[in-house]
């Protein structure tokens, strides 16, 4: 069974400069997630979508961020502008349906802002 | 809302040895699941163990064992006879309908 695939897996911009980052879940995964993971810190949940329905984005700063995600697959987040302080690992996951069921993690993108 | 601390940022043991990490929890749900995902260098998160809170009895996945405390809201992992390659960071998560985790403890497995 094939993981959740992100790209790029490295990114450094400038700030002000904008940038997207793509996932691909596995298939089948109605809920998909996208995390901040800031150096030496937990990750920090910034949307969940469930197909193609936000469930929830209370956390994302929606004056630079924004998500995606047509047809209830793939997803894209992107920033603009981006920010010094953005810079972090920036994961997706997904999982299927089912209250306990695992949330399987994409290796990430690091995002550095210069 | 949800939150889940980790008290301890590092911890280190010599191979071999058992280790404990802790985490606390809070949530308001009285039907949440718990998890302990590792996260080794390569940044990729995998799943350790996992505890439905309706179950009383402890979740067990070889080496790896938790003591959940529902009362108390806690939900350490322990780790058996620890190798190398459990060297890595350790968060522990909670989820009714976000999946929310806690800050992270760095174990590292000394030879």
């Known amino acids: 069974e094939a993981g959740v695939a992100q790209s790029p897996r490295y990114k450094i911009i400038e700030k002000r400069q904008s940038v997207a980052f793509w996932c691909n879940p596995i298939?089948?995964?109605?809920?998909l997630y996208w995390y901040q993971q800031i150096l030496g810190q937990g990750p920090k949940l910034l949307i969940q979508f469930q197909n193609n329905g936000v469930v929830d984005d209370s956390q994302l700063p929606k004056d630079r961020f924004s998500a995606e995600r047509l047809k209830g697959v793939d997803s894209t987040l992107k920033i603009q502008p981006a920010k010094l302080e953005d810079s972090a690992v920036y994961l997706c996951a997904s999982r299927s349906t089912g209250a306990g069921t695992e949330a399987f993690f994409g290796q990430g993108t690091r995002l550095t802002v210069v | 809302a949800q939150t889940v601390t980790q008290s301890q940022p590092e911890m280190s043991v010599q191979e071999a040895e058992t280790v404990t990490l802790s985490c606390t929890y809070d949530t308001s749900e009285n039907n949440y699941y718990l998890f302990w995902y590792k996260q080794p260098p390569s940044r990729q998160m995998i799943l350790v163990i996992r505890q439905e809170a309706y179950k009383q009895q402890n979740a067990t996945e070889n080496r790896f064992s938790v003591n959940f405390q529902k009362a108390a809201k806690s939900f350490s992992l322990k780790i058996s006879d620890s190798q190398l390659g459990d060297t890595a960071m350790y968060f522990c998560a909670s989820k009714n309908e976000k999946l929310t985790f806690g800050t992270g403890t760095r174990l590292t497995i000394i030879p």
């Open positions: 298939s089948g995964h109605a809920t």
